[in-house]
């Protein structure tokens, strides 16, 4: 038996997520106020320039006032198909088209208050954009992109200078 929504009312809408408190009947008969977070949903790519090796990104995060290495990855756009979120992402992130996309699987980082699923794919044959690419990085995106080896990348996290966690379980499907 499933909850039942009794309720819900929007407290905030913004760019990337809105915020909705619900109120819900659980199987138990309780009634209780669930906040939630809704989400797109996202991509996140673990570009392979050649066999062995993974492009990371090294970005500024203000929400934790820190530049962190990370897989590069993006939210979808409203009604985005995300195989063809992948390829732009790919694009504007490492500045390489994927020539080949492989849908790894789906995961739900934080499923007790957010309803985001993180689609993980694999890039390959990673090559110039096309003359005419409309992809360009986020305005308030500031990305360096560095090739590793997966050890390199992999000490990263032993090392604590890998903190996010959708890189390190991205690392994890290798």
Known sequence: MAAELIARTTIHKGRIFQIEIDVVKLPTGHTVDMEVIRHPGSVVLLPIPEPGKIILIRQY?????????????????????PDKAAARECEE????????????????????????EM????????????????ARKDDDEEIEPKTFTIAEARDLV????????KTLAGLSLF
């Open 119 to 134: 689609i993980y794919y694999r890039c390959e044959d990673l090559r110039p954009p096309a003359p005419d690419s409309t």
């Open 61 to 81: 995060r203000y929400t934790i006032d820190k530049w962190i290495w990370e897989l590069p990855a993006g939210s979808l756009k409203p009604n985005e198909d």
């Open 158 to 165: 032993r090392t604590g200078e890998i903190v996010d966690l």
């Open 93 to 116: 992130e490492t500045g390489l088209a994927p020539g080949k996309i492989t849908r790894l699987g789906g995961y739900y980082p934080t499923p007790g208050f957010c309803d985001e």
